[in-house]
């Protein structure tokens, strides 16, 4: 990864241990949310990656100073069910509020960047938090289309929403269409519910399996995560007022 700023851990007043990293001048925010496996030193290189393109870039930690082995999926499961979703949107808001009372992000659009857990919470904040959200990114997001109204895990299907038809931020969707765990069923269902409620999005799918742009060499697929980045960035610059020149930095 290249990039020219870099993140900082900071506590917030109300706990809350963000990674944070911005441009000296005013900025849009995005506020960056992780996997499952909690707030490590992958999500500070996001975090700066993602402020070096101009934005001011925080990631709050979901799981309150937990951090899961990557081998460890019941572990990551368990953390998963244990921040729950309105826990998760109160960070989210908590967070834009202090985003907003900093001298780069006063008066500034806000942009959600979900992965995996994170892009289902996107999704999630973006209907919750309605007009406070200008866009939102969910990448590979599991469950948001999953069928019926009750996930795997119990949990209420984002996409079966009462309130999606008032969704106002610009979406944007990507997925691997090799990813085993979210299959095209489950992207055809997001692509159907919204253009029933017309609601504007895009949905990008790459030859590549679930969690393709983290780097972890079990993961990564460089080649897609470069592409998945230059589309998100052009999404977010669409869909923000006062954005700044995209940078020629690249994901790597």
Known sequence: MTTGIKAQRLKLDSGVMISVAAPAEKAPIVVILHEAFGLNGHWDDVV????????????????????????????????????????????IKNVIQWAHQQPQGVGQPVGLLGFCMGGRLAFIGAC????????????????????????????PVPIARNDIAALSAGLLFIYGNQDAHIPPAEHARI????????????????????????????????ACAREAWREIFSHLLRHME???PASTADYQ
């Open 48 to 91: 700066s990656h993602v402020a070096s393109h101009g934005f001011f870039a925080v990631a709050p930690d979901l799981f309150q100073g937990r951090v899961i082995d990557y081998g460890d999926m019941p572990g990551a499961m368990a953390a998963v069910a244990a921040c729950g979703d309105d826990g998760s949107v109160g960070i």
């Open 128 to 155: 919750e938090l309605g007009q406070q959200v200008d866009v939102a990114v969910c990448c590979y997001g599991g469950g948001i289309g999953a069928e019926g109204t009750t996930d795997k895990r119990g949990r």
């Open 191 to 222: 692509v159907s519910k919204l253009g029933e409620h017309q609601r504007p999005f895009a949905l990008e799918t790459y030859p590549a399996g679930h969690g393709f742009m983290s780097d972890r060499p079990a993961y990564y697929h460089p």
């Open 242 to 244: 006062a954005a700044p």
